[in-house]
């Protein structure tokens, strides 16, 4: 490719504009380039701003107008990029998004105007780990709680945990059961080995040596786990993958961690087992509903719940994977090599 590449850095208040830009001068030092700046807000409502695409700024006119004067790339986290802003944008020969997939690109309206799209996968997959295991120690050791009487409410009460009876569990030696083995299951069991967990491992689409012990059914794993995390992807056959009859088969005690995807995990059945005592504990960070409504059950079950709001891959290297990530496809395609992770 010769001439300037017209590049529109549409970030957000993660993966900053200025990430992006930078990224992209430090990948293409011996091509000329001119970068627009563009900053996003988050999407308003769960699903995006239109059907087509999902997890989505409501943004589109501005979108439009920064890619009006020849942008041929776009690198975005929340765009929607729509039939419309493609319809509108006929230079544009490259969206790269920076997030494990590109929710908020309509692939068909892109393949039809000739507009390869890239992601990042794996950008947050450290991120996401360190953050489960975090949960995890939160919940068996109930520590929000804790801090919550003594920095809070100023009571000394939590030492009551500090007795056999509510005092928690450790990881050392404990059977850990994980759902899924992808970039961020395979990271925890590797963490989860190093403090002496018993890991137990069900994905059945991967294959070759893992961490832990490889179990051939859900139902096994789940009845031998004290502790479930779940790391599968959100698919039409995983939804709701762990409901009423999964948690019974879960040993009297035992712990639940979601910091995947919401919809994995059948809340109120999960409320219903925490509730009645079959669980003693959750830790979650996604949700069926995002953001969690108010008057979710989950609120109410504070002592057995440790709850954050979506924030397992919010680490500032992750920003800066993201745009080096997406920097390198851009690279690819300038240089006109094949995408790392490309659909078109």
Request: hydrophobic residues 45%; aromatic residues 4%; glycine residues 8%.
């Amino acid at each position: 490719m010769t001439g300037t590449l017209r590049v529109v850095a549409a970030g957000d208040h993660f993966v900053l504009p200025s990430l992006i830009e930078s990224a992209v001068v430090e990948e293409l030092r011996e091509h000329p380039c001119e970068v627009r700046q563009l900053t996003l807000g988050w999407p308003l409502e769960p699903f995006g701003p239109v059907a087509e695409v999902t997890e989505a700024s409501d943004a589109e006119d501005e979108l439009i107008e920064a890619l009006s004067d020849d942008r041929e790339v776009l690198i975005t986290q929340m765009a929607p990029v729509t039939e419309r802003v493609l319809e509108a944008s006929p230079s544009l020969r490259l969206v790269v998004v920076c997030r494990g997939g590109p929710v908020n690109v309509n692939l068909d309206a892109a393949a039809s105007h000739d507009v390869r799209v890239c992601f990042a996968p794996g950008r947050n997959s450290a991120a996401t780990a360190e953050f489960t295991v975090g949960l995890m120690l939160a919940a068996l050791r109930r520590i929000p709680q804790a801090h919550d009487l003594l920095a809070r409410q100023g009571s000394w009460q939590g030492a009551a945990y500090y007795t056999y009876e509510h005092s928690g569990l450790e990881l050392a030696d404990l059977p850990v059961g994980l759902v899924g083995y992808g970039a961020v299951g395979s990271r925890v069991a590797r963490v989860l080995c190093a403090f002496g967990a018993r890991v137990m491992v069900y994905d059945p689409y991967v294959h070759g040596e893992i961490h832990g012990l490889r179990v051939s059914s859900l139902d096994e794993l789940l009845a031998a786990s004290r502790v479930i995390t779940l790391h599968a992807r959100l698919t039409p056959e995983t939804r709701a993958l762990i409901g009423a009859r999964e948690l019974a088969l879960l040993p009297p005690g035992a712990v639940v961690v979601n910091a995947a995807r919401g919809p994995l995990l059948d809340e109120d059945a999960l409320c219903d087992a925490l509730e009645n005592g079959r669980l003693s504990a959750a830790a979650l960070d996604t949700y069926e509903r995002e953001p969690l409504p108010p008057g979710s059950r989950l609120l109410g079950l504070a002592e057995r719940v440790v709850l954050t709001p979506h924030l397992g891959g919010a680490s500032r290297a992750t920003a800066e994977k993201a745009a080096a990530i997406a920097a390198g496809e851009v690279g690819r395609w300038v240089r006109g090599e094949p995408p790392a992770h490309g659909l078109a």
